[in-house]
Every structure is written in structure tokens, then in C-alpha cells.
């Protein structure tokens, strides 16, 4: 095959799982080559180091212009700008791409629209890996942006209040058209891939399209078992945001029994505001807290090593790459039964679901800490368990036959009709 790669994508999972897949695919003799928008982080991971890799020329959001008044006015906002933005990438992208006699465009998710224009504009078949869609668009988060907020005061009438609902009424405007775009994308596409089940439940109750479910894998030739010892911390990975719910895991380490294990939290990115607000909870609890941001490979597969276990608690983790990390290193996890967490790991096998509750969590801990033989069988299980089901080779097994399907499929089609079938 011959594959078309478009992403616009920051560090983080997602982009791992990208590199895994391009370099699983030219490792198959596949010939791949990548196109991305400015706007995302080629630096991490870069597809660059394993094939050809093309980044559009940045077009700045509204030419450079703060937004402002002029925006408003014009009922162009935020969200409007960045669809405009990232459709006229794609646009160029596609022009390129037309031009390689490629057989199939593999994208991914976009950076603020999910899913992008991409699928409008190439002349190939079209499949989308969407590791999740714009969530705050249809989740509370805490709150739900389409619901309307109460009003300031009794007097809606006054120019302040009137200047607020104006805005908010435009805002939401724009929210509607993004959602639009999003769903007319979709239809655009030849499959749309998804990383777990349920995730193929969230993306039929967004866009009403029935996905397929193409599980991820792990590099089990990178995330492997050393022999060395534990030491007293537990672990967590993912960016340092509301999100990732890293408050959850400080709360239950509070109630954990002494001598109470530190927390080592390995974030890919950081909002230095939640970062300042989770420190200082933990100081209020007595929690030792110790985050690190964007290290090594080599270093996060020590501490993973070294720790006694993971502890994972997003809040609808579409999928959750970390515990298959964890448990390639012979790591078991304890993770909240929430998302497409709940089909990686199985409870007493590789670790512990729990409810969303700090003493649960906080129990599970208290668990495999007094019973270290039971938490190595489970590490040992989990290790198992990602070398049979879980590998890149396995992920690359499933996304090479799904990508071959919808070639075939085309080709099929094309026959048919210039036979007038």
C-alpha cells in the first residue's frame, strides 16, 4: 500500500499511538508518508525520523489579529476561526496529497475540530482513526456549554448583562456551527476507527455513525520488565489537566495507612494553574507529590519498574494507553471501572476497578501494598496479557486489515461502475 498520513496532533498519547502505527506499517513494507498542519507538534515522537513528513505553512488564526469586537460583530468566534483555519490546511494538505497516487488516506484526530475537513477534499479512499471527538462540545465538563447560565442579577436589561448574553449567544452560535462541520466530516469518510467499544458507543451518540473498533497497542520491545527493586511510590501518566483527574488520586492517597507512598505523576503537558492547585492540596494532606513533565522514554520505563503500582483515574478515558504501559512493565493497576479502561484491564487479573470514590481507591492501594505476592501475579498477568493481545504487532495487524478492506472495497466500486454494474 501505498498511505497518506494526515494528523494534527499535540504530544500525548494519541501521537504515540501514530507513530506506532506508521512505523508498524513501513515496517510491513508499506510506503508511508505524512502530511500535518503547524499547528501540531511534530517534535514529539516525529514521523519525521521514519518517513517523509510535510508541515503546510502556518496561516496565522484571524491573520494574526487578537479577536476582538470586529469577531463579534461579524458573528465570527473562536471556534469559527479554528475551523476555518484548520479547513483551509487540509485543503492545502489535500492538494498535495492528490498529487502522490496514494491508495488511502489514513488521518487522525485534529487538535479543536476532532474531525477535520480532510475527508471533503482527497480524491482516495478516506479512513479516520478518531481516538475521541471534541468531548467538551458534548460532555459537562463540569458544565454542559450548551446550557444556558443563570442570570447575573435581577436587571437583564443593563448594558453589562446585556453585553454578557450577547456574547454568550454568539459563542454558543459558534459551538453549533463547529458541531455541524464535525458531523458533516464524518460523513465525508470511508470508516471511521476507534480505540475501544466504548468509544464506538461515543462516537454513534455524537455523529450517528457506526464506527469499528481497531484496538491500539503497545511497543513491547520498548515497555519491558527489569530487574530491579520497588520502592515506595505509586505511579501515574498523563497531561497534568482537570482531566486526567489527578486530584482523585491525591485525595486517596491521603487515606492511605503509613508509611504512605509518594505520588510520581509523568504528564506529557501541564496547565501550570491546575499544577499550582493540585500542590497545594496535597500539601494540605500530607501527600508527597512529585510531578515530572515530558521525560524520557527511558526514564518513565524505570520508574514504571520501580513502582508498586499504577493508579489511574481519568474521568471517561476513551481508551488509556498508560496501563498497558504499566503492565508491559510487570506493573498492576489500579484504575476507576469508567470508559474503555474497563476493556484493558480486567479486575483481579492485571489490577483493581474500583469506583470513582478516594477511599476505593485508597483501599485498592492498601491492597497490593499488603499483598505484594498478589500484586506481582497481577503485574506478571498484565505483562502476559499485553504480549498476546496488546502489542504494536498485533495493533498493526488490525489497522493493515482494515486499511486493505477499504482499498478493496473502492476498487470494487470503481469496477462496478466503469462496467455499469
Same mark, same amino acid.
Given at each position: 500500500?501505498?498511505?497518506a498520513v494526515?494528523y494534527?496532533?499535540?504530544?500525548?498519547?494519541?501521537?504515540r499511538?501514530?507513530?506506532?502505527?506508521?512505523?508498524?506499517?513501513?515496517?510491513?513494507?508499506?510506503?508511508?508518508?505524512?502530511?500535518?498542519?503547524?499547528?501540531?507538534?511534530?517534535?514529539?515522537?516525529?514521523?519525521?525520523?521514519?518517513?517523509?513528513?510535510?508541515?503546510?505553512?502556518?496561516?496565522?488564526?484571524?491573520g494574526?489579529?487578537?479577536?476582538?469586537?470586529s469577531?463579534?460583530?461579524?458573528?465570527?468566534?473562536?471556534?469559527?476561526?479554528?475551523?476555518?483555519?484548520?479547513?483551509?490546511?487540509?485543503?492545502?494538505?489535500?492538494?498535495?496529497?492528490?498529487?502522490?497516487?496514494?491508495?488511502?488516506?489514513?488521518?487522525?484526530?485534529?487538535l479543536?475540530?476532532?474531525?477535520?475537513?480532510?475527508?471533503?477534499?482527497?480524491?482516495?479512499?478516506?479512513?479516520?482513526?478518531?481516538?475521541?471527538?471534541?468531548?467538551?462540545?458534548?460532555?459537562a465538563q463540569?458544565?454542559?456549554?450548551?446550557?444556558?447560565?443563570?442570570?447575573?442579577?435581577?436587571h437583564?436589561?443593563?448594558?453589562?448583562?446585556?453585553?454578557?448574553?450577547?456574547?454568550?449567544?454568539?459563542?454558543?452560535?459558534?459551538?453549533?456551527?463547529?458541531?455541524?462541520?464535525?458531523?458533516?466530516n464524518?460523513?465525508t469518510?470511508?470508516l471511521?476507527?476507534?480505540?475501544?467499544?466504548?468509544?464506538?458507543?461515543?462516537?454513534?451518540?455524537?455523529?450517528?455513525?457506526?464506527?469499528?473498533?481497531?484496538?491500539?497497542?503497545v511497543?513491547?520491545?520498548?515497555?519491558?520488565?527489569?530487574?530491579?527493586?520497588?520502592?515506595?511510590?505509586?505511579?501515574?501518566?498523563?497531561? %497534568?489537566?482537570?482531566?486526567? =483527574?489527578?486530584? +482523585? @488520586?491525591?485525595?486517596?492517597?491521603?487515606? $492511605?495507612? /503509613?508509611?504512605?507512598?509518594? #505520588?510520581?505523576?509523568?504528564?506529557?503537558?501541564?496547565?501550570?494553574?491546575?499544577?499550582?492547585?493540585l500542590?497545594?492540596?496535597?500539601?494540605?494532606?500530607?501527600?508527597?507529590f512529585?510531578p515530572?513533565?515530558?521525560?524520557?522514554?527511558?526514564?518513565?520505563?524505570?520508574?514504571?519498574?520501580?513502582?508498586?503500582?499504577?493508579?489511574?483515574?481519568?474521568?471517561?478515558?476513551?481508551?488509556?494507553?498508560?496501563?498497558?504501559?504499566?503492565?508491559?512493565?510487570?506493573?498492576?493497576?489500579?484504575a476507576?471501572?469508567?470508559?474503555?479502561?474497563?476493556?484493558? %484491564?480486567?479486575?483481579?487479573? =492485571?489490577?483493581l +476497578? @474500583?469506583?470513582?470514590?478516594?477511599?476505593? $481507591?485508597? /483501599?485498592?492501594?492498601?491492597? #497490593?501494598?499488603?499483598?505484594?505476592?498478589?500484586?506481582a501475579?497481577?503485574?506478571?498477568?498484565?505483562?502476559?496479557?499485553?504480549?498476546?493481545?496488546?502489542?504494536?504487532?498485533?495493533?498493526?495487524?488490525?489497522?493493515?486489515?482494515?486499511?486493505?478492506?477499504?482499498?478493496?472495497?473502492?476498487?470494487?466500486?470503481?469496477?462496478?461502475?466503469?462496467?455499469?454494474?
Amino acid at each position: 500500500m501505498k498511505v497518506a498520513v494526515w494528523y494534527n496532533l499535540p504530544s500525548g498519547g494519541a501521537k504515540r499511538a501514530l507513530n506506532d502505527h506508521v512505523r508498524g506499517l513501513v515496517a510491513r513494507g508499506h510506503s508511508v508518508e505524512a502530511w500535518c498542519p503547524p499547528t501540531a507538534d511534530p517534535t514529539y515522537l516525529p514521523l519525521s525520523e521514519v518517513v517523509p513528513e510535510h508541515v503546510v505553512p502556518a496561516t496565522p488564526l484571524n491573520g494574526g489579529a487578537r479577536y476582538g469586537w470586529s469577531n463579534l460583530l461579524a458573528l465570527r468566534t473562536y471556534n469559527l476561526l479554528k475551523v476555518r483555519e484548520i479547513d483551509e490546511y487540509a485543503r492545502q494538505c489535500a492538494a498535495e496529497i492528490n498529487r502522490g497516487d496514494f491508495d488511502v488516506l489514513f488521518a487522525n484526530t485534529s487538535l479543536e475540530t476532532a474531525i477535520s475537513s480532510i475527508g471533503r477534499y482527497v480524491n482516495i479512499p478516506r479512513v479516520l482513526y478518531l481516538q475521541e471527538p471534541s468531548r467538551w462540545l458534548y460532555e459537562a465538563q463540569p458544565e454542559l456549554i450548551w446550557a444556558r447560565r443563570p442570570a447575573a442579577g435581577r436587571h437583564w436589561w443593563t448594558p453589562t448583562a446585556l453585553n454578557s448574553s450577547l456574547r454568550e449567544a454568539i459563542k454558543v452560535y459558534g459551538y453549533r456551527v463547529q458541531a455541524r462541520e464535525e458531523w458533516l466530516n464524518a460523513r465525508t469518510l470511508d470508516l471511521i476507527l476507534v480505540n475501544s467499544y466504548f468509544s464506538r458507543e461515543t462516537v454513534l451518540r455524537t455523529y450517528g455513525v457506526d464506527a469499528k473498533v481497531c484496538y491500539l497497542g503497545v511497543d513491547t520491545q520498548k515497555f519491558v520488565q527489569r530487574d530491579v527493586p520497588k520502592e515506595n511510590y505509586v505511579v501515574g501518566v498523563g497531561a %497534568i489537566a482537570p482531566r486526567k =483527574n489527578v486530584r +482523585l @488520586v491525591i485525595e486517596a492517597l491521603a487515606h $492511605v495507612s /503509613a508509611p504512605r507512598p509518594r #505520588l510520581v505523576w509523568i504528564g506529557d503537558v501541564v496547565r501550570q494553574e491546575h499544577l499550582a492547585e493540585l500542590k497545594q492540596l496535597a500539601h494540605a494532606t500530607g501527600v508527597d507529590f512529585a510531578p515530572l513533565v515530558r521525560i524520557a522514554d527511558d526514564e518513565l520505563i524505570e520508574l514504571l519498574n520501580r513502582a508498586l503500582m499504577m493508579v489511574y483515574t481519568p474521568r471517561l478515558e476513551p481508551f488509556g494507553y498508560a496501563p498497558l504501559e504499566a503492565n508491559a512493565c510487570g506493573l498492576p493497576v489500579v484504575a476507576t471501572a469508567e470508559g474503555g479502561v474497563r476493556e484493558t %484491564i480486567r479486575d483481579g487479573v =492485571n489490577g483493581l +476497578l @474500583v469506583e470513582h470514590d478516594p477511599q476505593a $481507591v485508597a /483501599a485498592a492501594i492498601d491492597y #497490593l501494598r499488603a499483598h505484594p505476592a498478589e500484586a506481582a501475579r497481577m503485574g506478571r498477568e498484565g505483562a502476559r496479557l499485553v504480549a498476546k493481545h496488546w502489542s504494536v504487532a498485533a495493533a498493526t495487524d488490525r489497522l493493515e486489515q482494515h486499511l486493505i478492506a477499504v482499498i478493496n472495497t473502492a476498487q470494487r466500486r470503481q469496477h462496478n461502475q466503469l462496467n455499469g454494474e
